[in-house]
């Protein structure tokens, strides 16, 4: 298997962050802060989901007009891909890669407006938080393979639901997310 990309905290697409998390071991095992207000990273999350993945799941790609999603990996391997769709973006069109392991958490922090989808290199488990409650009324996607979207997956066949299998291609998901108003002036 190939190395995981990395990411340092430079180079990122405007408003993605990263943020290394240190777990604090001792002979019962560990304790990690996985968020505290005074960080300033974004938005609260209002709710957090724990999820399971099967190895070569490729979950998105997915965009948010309100919402910041925050993601965690707690155990196992993944990459995310990222695109960034915000017309008014220093990194607009902009696409990346990171690399995310359980046993060296960080945070990954994606604003409204940028693209994501995440790809599961063996089974893994991680925590997902959402800075507005899901209503399933706030997400857009495109097809994870469209060459425009510039996302070097590590896989060419991933496993896929039927509903990210049928998304539009890349240039259609712009349309549809500039035509919903981009990221809201709310923000």
């Given at each position: 298997?190939?190395?995981?990309?990395?990411?340092?905290?430079?180079?990122?697409?405007?408003?993605?962050?990263?943020?290394?998390?240190?777990?604090?071991?001792?002979?019962?095992?560990?304790?990690?802060?996985?968020?505290?207000?005074?960080?300033?990273?974004?938005?609260?999350?209002?709710?957090?989901?724990?999820?399971?993945?099967?190895a070569?799941?490729?979950?998105?790609?997915?965009v948010?007009?309100?919402?910041?999603?925050?993601?965690?990996?707690?155990?196992?391997?993944a990459t995310?891909?990222?695109?960034?769709?915000?017309r008014?973006?220093?990194?607009?069109?902009?696409?990346m890669?990171?690399g995310?392991?359980?046993?060296?958490?960080?945070?990954?922090?994606?604003?409204?407006?940028?693209?994501?989808?995440?790809?599961?290199?063996?089974?893994?488990?991680?925590l997902?938080?959402?800075?507005?409650?899901?209503?399933?009324?706030d997400?857009?996607?495109?097809?994870?393979?469209?060459?425009?979207?510039?996302?070097?997956?590590?896989?060419?066949e991933?496993?896929?639901?039927?509903?990210?299998?049928?998304?539009?291609?890349?240039?259609?998901?712009?349309?549809?997310?500039?035509?919903?108003?981009?990221?809201?002036?709310?923000?």
């Amino acid at each position: 298997m190939p190395a995981l990309p990395s990411v340092a905290t430079t180079g990122l697409i405007d408003g993605v962050l990263v943020r290394a998390l240190e777990p604090i071991s001792d002979l019962r095992g560990s304790l990690c802060e996985i968020h505290r207000d005074g960080w300033g990273l974004a938005p609260r999350p209002v709710q957090w989901d724990f999820i399971t993945t099967k190895a070569r799941v490729l979950r998105g790609v997915h965009v948010h007009r309100l919402r910041f999603d925050y993601l965690i990996v707690v155990q196992g391997k993944a990459t995310y891909g990222l695109a960034d769709l915000r017309r008014r973006s220093p990194t607009f069109g902009q696409s990346m890669v990171i690399g995310a392991v359980g046993d060296k958490p960080e945070v990954v922090i994606v604003p409204p407006g940028v693209a994501h989808g995440i790809f599961a290199h063996e089974a893994m488990i991680y925590l997902y938080g959402l800075s507005h409650p899901y209503d399933g009324t706030d997400q857009m996607g495109c097809r994870y393979d469209d060459a425009t979207l510039g996302i070097d997956w590590p896989v060419n066949e991933p496993v896929l639901l039927p509903r990210d299998l049928d998304l539009p291609d890349f240039e259609t998901l712009l349309r549809e997310f500039e035509a919903a108003g981009g990221v809201s002036a709310s923000l």
